[in-house]
């Protein structure tokens, strides 16, 4: 899936919210809900279209669904974003080093 797609997928919070309760590792569907404080089907949808995206993936363990992340997207994001973040870096650097001569003044 291309980054774009992702970041679009990423841009709803309570899908990003879901990738964070996923961080510690996978959890069944009924654990989403409780934490999340939103409605199953809501959850479903949102973890149909993270697992679309190629963000989460599922495994049947008798009756329940458990979820985990898949880290590969994530990381094409990283890489995606590396540039960005040497800019970043550059920019912070620089207005650290103008703070500094003012202060030295």
């Not at 679009?8 to 009924?30: F, S, T």
């Not at 089907?41 to 049947?60: F, I, Q, T, Y």
């Not at 890489?79 to 207005?95: T, V």
Request: no cysteine; aromatic share 4%.
């Amino acid at each position: 899936m291309p980054v774009a797609d992702v970041i679009e997928v990423l841009a709803d919070p309570n899908r990003r919210r879901i990738l964070d309760l996923l961080r510690d590792g996978e959890r069944p569907v009924g654990d989403l809900v409780d934490r999340l404080g939103i409605t199953q089907p809501s959850v479903s949808k949102h973890l149909r279209v993270l697992r679309d995206a190629g963000l989460v993936e599922v495994r049947r363990d008798a009756q329940r669904r458990l979820y985990r992340i898949r880290p590969q997207p994530l990381a094409e994001l990283d890489a995606w974003l590396e540039p960005y973040r040497k800019l970043w870096s550059a920019s912070l650097g620089r207005l650290e080093r103008h703070l500094d001569e003012r202060t030295r003044q």
